[in-house]
């Protein structure tokens, strides 16, 4: 018998926005005319792009500092233009970068337990865009590889350990890029231009592999995506200002393998991809609410689940790495909505009546960790991401410096206000005089060190620390 429904564990994801008091209030965020998300989100901090006189300016909140934010609260301060994406490093939670309307890319690192006074200093400045730089993303699998795209039409591949542009890819685009996106294991990268082609670039080889002219017949921004397979899924519009996804296999880019048309709303469609479920969700810039796909191999292969719907449009949106979620709630996805002056966190869930770990929800997913070091990666070798297992909780790793084979930059300055230099961090020392041998042991309490002598005579037995 043919089935009338198609099955799918994910057919009843349902979209819920937390209560008052675990959202961020009092945040002025950007009003900036640029497509990019102003938010971005990994397990320990959110960061927003906010409203800053005389230069850009961007917030870093840790995420259980929620509430209403100080306006005295501080900031990460650097840039001498209004800041236009924002991206944290995937391999660690502590490092972020910057691109600016000033024409650079700055690389911050965070303290342990958020900032204490603004930061205006950055690890490294990387400069060599003339015009302003709007879209920022790290390599997916190599470390300290990041990658930037400016307004002047041009594409940088940087060491961001040295320092160095190591490629520039500059005569590829004849107009603004409007996004740029990394493989799953970074071998090639896919733009989306505003002279509506859509490029699969080797950029090592400095090649166009395949690309697609007028994937989108209207005048709109386009966005463009690589899904796990390799295929390419496209946001855009049509020539009657509808709104499109389209799907499209590199090997063959003459025709779509699937067109959906959605609405005529003129809000640029942010697609977010999920390569664990398969689940794309698409927030629209304006919008008040987020629709989510299932991609499969089968046609019609994209299949619409639902839409969540809010009353408030969203200025931007973040969302969370899957190592962020909350498996013993069947999370699968949490979004960060910005509003006019607050930042909103949506949790999307698969209901499940059992408390047991859903494995079938959570496979293996990409970890911390980085395949490659940049100096192997811009060698000519490619490394697919090292996965983890949510089924205990992701727990959270030490803090972790920048580590490259040569001599890292990052590692030579030390951040202001790091936890070194706080004074919870001096060793106390407490001494029981006796004549015997003392035994020392050492025990951590929080923040502190304290060191404590005990006579042999007490000791019994001492447990390791």
Same mark, same amino acid.
């Given at each position: 018998m043919r089935r009338v429904v198609r099955q799918s564990k994910f057919r009843h994801v349902f979209g819920q926005a937390v209560k008052n008091d675990q959202c961020y209030d009092d945040i002025r965020v950007s009003?900036?005319?640029?497509?990019?998300?102003f938010c971005a989100v990994n397990p320990k901090f959110v960061a927003l792009i906010i409203e800053a006189s005389g230069g850009g300016a961007f917030l870093v909140l840790p995420l259980h500092k929620t509430g209403r934010i100080d306006k005295a609260y501080p900031t990460v301060c650097g840039h001498t233009g209004p800041v236009l994406d924002i991206d944290w490093c995937p391999h660690n939670d502590h490092v972020i970068a910057s691109g600016s309307e000033d024409c650079t890319v700055m690389v911050w690192q965070i303290p342990e337990n958020g900032l204490v006074t603004s930061m205006s200093e950055p690890l490294v400045?990387?400069?060599?865009?003339? +015009?302003?730089?709007? =879209?920022?993303?790290?390599? !997916?699998? $190599?470390r300290n590889v990041l990658l930037s795209a400016g307004c002047d039409n041009q594409i940088y591949i940087w060491n961001a350990g040295t320092g160095e542009a190591m490629i520039r890819l500059e005569d590829m685009h004849p107009d603004v890029i409007f996004n740029v996106t990394w493989n799953r294991n970074g071998s090639l990268i896919c733009t989306a231009c505003k002279d509506k082609t859509i490029r699969v670039?080797? !950029? &090592? +080889?400095? $090649? =166009?592999? $395949?690309? +697609?002219?007028?994937?989108?017949?209207?005048? &709109? !921004?386009? &966005? $463009?995506?690589?899904l796990a397979d390799g295929n390419v899924l496209t946001t855009g519009f049509s020539r009657m200002s509808e709104r499109q996804l389209a799907l499209w296999n590199t090997d063959n880019m003459e025709e779509p393998m699937t067109v959906n048309e959605m609405d005529t709303?003129?809000?640029?469609?942010? !697609?977010?991809?999920d390569p664990d479920t398969s689940i794309v969700y698409l927030c629209g810039k304006g919008d008040s609410s987020i629709r989510y796909f299932e991609i499969t191999d089968e046609a019609p292969y994209v299949h619409f689940l639902s839409t969540f719907a809010t009353k408030e449009p969203q200025r931007g949106m973040g969302y969370m790495p899957k190592r962020g979620l909350d498996v013993n709630k069947c999370e699968i996805a949490r979004f960060y909505k910005l509003h006019e002056r607050k930042c909103e966190p949506i949790v999307m869930t698969v209901p499940r009546k059992s408390d047991l770990f859903q494995d079938d929800l959570y496979p293996d997913t990409s970890g911390p960790d980085a395949a490659l070091e940049a100096e192997e990666w811009f060698d000519g070798k490619n490394g697919d991401p090292i996965l983890i297992s949510l089924k205990?909780?992701?727990?959270?790793?030490k803090h972790r410096e920048f580590k490259v084979v040569k001599k890292n930059i990052l590692d030579s300055k030390v951040t202001k206000n790091s936890e070194n230099s706080s004074p919870a961090n001096k060793?106390?020392?407490?001494?029981?005089p006796h004549q015997t041998i003392p035994h020392m042991i050492r025990m951590l309490d929080g923040e502190q060190s304290i060191l404590i002598s005990f006579p042999a005579s007490l000791v019994t037995r001492v447990a390791p620390y």
């Open positions: 009003r900036v005319t640029w497509d990019s998300s400045v990387l400069e060599g865009h003339s +015009k302003r730089v709007g =879209i920022i993303t790290w390599h !997916p699998t $190599a670039i080797d !950029p &090592r +080889k400095e $090649a =166009i592999v $395949a690309e +697609k002219e007028k994937a989108h017949e209207g005048a &709109r !921004p386009m &966005r $463009a995506i690589f709303s003129n809000g640029v469609l942010l !697609p977010f991809y205990n909780g992701y727990v959270q790793g060793t106390k020392k407490f001494c029981l």
